[in-house]
């Protein structure tokens, strides 16, 4: 009688593997340790934040922790924002305030990103300079606020120099320390090859610390809106910080709040446009940052 094969050997007589159940997917726990997350969380998460600061104010305005006129709720505030916006004028101010905070911070990262550059790569030029740099770090720009009116004036150029001030020399130092951060094998790998100072620099070391200082530059333009309303509330007659300070007078405190709220959203509007220049010019380094 002819035997069959089993349904447990294979025709060479070795064993089947026997077939597992598949494994149940790993639960994703709340909190994990540098995890990325879905994006429907990021956008979840990132509304109920705001949905929760929405709400805690509008309560407290409900329970009366404070004067009305001094706390007014989330509805007047945005009711005073859409006024501002459709009867005064509002607009030509906002960009009045853009153009000050983008051409300063302009100027600042023109001088900045190279001299930052040379310091970081050069230590002559960082004993040079960083005495200079450290010393003016330290020093609180508001402080200028009468130099830069005795020799400006009160027109914009006063304005310029003091958000110019406030983030020159904090860039300068945040770039350097990227800088030195490129690895020295790959220097000395491109000097052996034969590579000139420049050829080195400009092939290496600035393609190396370029995505660094692309955040050093985003980092530093949020810094440059916090002084936007300390440069505009002295004799200004235009710009955010000058329709703030003129609210003030009148006790317009929903005035004021909707300034607030504007400076707000054109930094995240900044920030995110950044952030977006950063992930199309190193689509590499994507999830690392």
């Known amino acids: 009688m002819t035997g069959t094969v089993s349904n447990s050997t294979s025709p060479a007589g070795m ?3 026997t077939p597992q159940p598949n494994a149940p997917a790993p639960r994703r726990r709340f909190f994990e340790f540098k995890k990325d ?5 990021s956008v979840i998460l990132g509304i109920a934040v705001w949905a929760c600061f929405f709400g ?3 309560f407290a305005v409900w329970q009366q922790w404070a004067n009305a006129i001094l706390l007014p709720g989330p509805g007047k505030v945005l009711g005073a924002l859409y006024t501002m916006f459709a009867d005064n004028g509002f607009l030509s101010d906002v960009l009045i305030s853009v153009w000050r905070v983008l051409f300063s911070f302009g100027l600042a990262c023109a001088v900045a990103i190279p001299l930052g550059i040379l310091m970081g790569t050069f230590r002559t030029v960082e004993a040079f300079f960083s005495p200079f740099v450290s010393a003016w ?3 609180p720009a508001p402080s200028f606020i009468p130099l830069l009116l005795m020799w400006f004036g009160a027109g914009d150029t006063q304005k310029l120099a003091l958000l110019f001030i406030g983030v020159i020399w904090f860039l300068i130092t945040l770039i350097s320390d990227h800088v030195k951060a490129v690895p020295a094998d790959l220097i000395r790998t491109s000097v052996t090859l034969g590579g000139s100072r420049w050829q080195v620099l ?3 070391v600035v393609p190396a610390s370029l995505p660094n200082i692309t955040i050093a530059m985003r980092q530093m333009l949020a810094v440059s809106w916090t002084y936007l309303v300390i440069a505009e509330i ?3 007659d235009a710009g955010i910080g000058a329709v703030m300070m003129r609210a003030k007078r009148f006790l317009h405190v929903d005035e004021i709040m909707a300034g607030i709220l504007v400076i707000g959203v054109l930094g995240l509007l900044f920030d995110f446009l950044l ?3 950063y992930r199309f010019a190193f689509p590499y380094l994507e999830g690392q940052n």
Do not use: G
């Open 15 to 17: 064993p089947k593997p």
């Open 37 to 41: 997350i879905p994006a429907s969380w």
């Open 56 to 58: 805690l104010w509008e």
């Open 137 to 139: 770090r330290y020093l």
């Open 202 to 204: 400009r092939t290496v």
């Open 234 to 236: 002295t004799a200004a």
């Open 275 to 277: 952030r977006q220049v």
